[in-house]
């Protein structure tokens, strides 16, 4: 009978192990069906808050399309896209943490260490120091989406300012990401006149007055079929005496990043117009004396 008995209870055991399963398994069921909808929502208002903001700045360059108003438009798109996804995604972290039964733990270590305190204990002082940059950087106006800049050995048009980094894309292609907080000395090419320096060699027996009105003339000529002008042409003269070579300086202000391709265009039709009056292009000489 004692054997039958322990057996009976045996099985009860099992029994009741399983049952515990079967309660344990429905609870992970639920945790993840709520977890899966928590990402879900967190991805569905991510992607509306997106399509919001976007529209909302496609309206606003739509009615002041002039290109200053559009870089801060898009700047601003871009930086309420990293806000808005780092704010939905922290709620939906927090939401998870809470079906986890970790919410109560997180509240009461945020509520006993403080926010700051826990960032740091993480290690984060780069990422707060990443925003912070990026917010003072966004409201001194430094640089806007879509403007052409250079940030330490980087040049390139603006891709994407957000909080936390800044992406450029160079000319070549190459897209570059850096982190706010790295950022020192911004030199933005998009904003004001720019100054077209063009520098033309000449040799020692060149006619300074006849080379400097054939200069003047190819930017007068280039000025008079080009509407990226702002002032005349002016030579100022000799900036630099070299070994073989005298340097001759022209300058012309033109509008906001053409001075490029008018310092291009420029050296292209003084060579010719020198050539065309026999100014030849100095080189190096070497003179051997025989005693």
């Known amino acids: ?30 945790g993840l069906i709520k977890i899966i909808g928590i990402i879900v929502i967190a991805r569905i208002i991510a992607a509306l808050s997106r399509r ?10 739509a009615r002041n399309p002039h290109s200053m108003i559009a ?7 871009t930086v309420s896209d990293s806000l808005v996804k780092y704010a939905i995604y922290f709620f939906a972290v927090m939401g998870i943490l809470g079906v986890l039964g970790l919410g109560a733990a ?3 270590m945020l509520a006993a260490a403080g926010i700051g305190g826990v960032v740091i204990a993480l290690g984060a002082q780069s990422l ?10 966004l409201f001194e ?9 250079k940030i330490g050995e980087d040049e390139g048009t603006v891709d994407a ?15 570059v990401t850096i982190p706010n907080g790295s950022i020192g000395t911004v030199v933005n090419f998009s904003r004001g006149g720019h100054l077209a320096v063009i520098d033309m060699p000449v040799s020692y027996e060149t006619d300074i007055e006849k080379a400097s009105r054939l200069m003047e003339k190819a930017g007068l000529d280039y000025m008079a079929g080009h509407d990226n002008i702002i002032e005349e ?17 022209m300058t012309v202000r033109v509008k906001t990043l053409t001075h490029w391709e008018t310092e291009r265009a420029l050296r292209k039709a003084i060579l010719e117009a020198f050539e065309q009056n026999g100014i030849a292009v100095p080189y190096p000489r070497c003179v051997v004396i025989k005693s």
């Open 1 to 30: 009978m004692k054997g039958v008995s322990e057996l009976k209870s045996f099985i009860e055991s099992v029994a009741d192990f399983f049952n515990h399963i079967g309660d344990y398994a429905d609870d992970i069921m639920i």
């Open 52 to 61: 919001i903001v976007r529209r909302i700045v496609k309206r606003r360059i």
């Open 71 to 77: 870089n801060k438009a898009q700047t601003i798109q």
């Open 106 to 108: 997180v509240s009461s």
């Open 128 to 137: 707060v120091k990443d925003i912070m940059s990026g917010m003072f950087m």
């Open 141 to 149: 106006n430094q640089l806007a989406v879509g403007e052409y800049v």
């Open 161 to 175: 300012v957000t909080l936390r980094t800044t992406t450029i894309v160079k000319f070549t292609g190459e897209s």
């Open 233 to 249: 042409p002016r030579v100022l003269g000799i900036t630099q005496f070299d070994n073989s070579k005298m340097v001759l300086r």
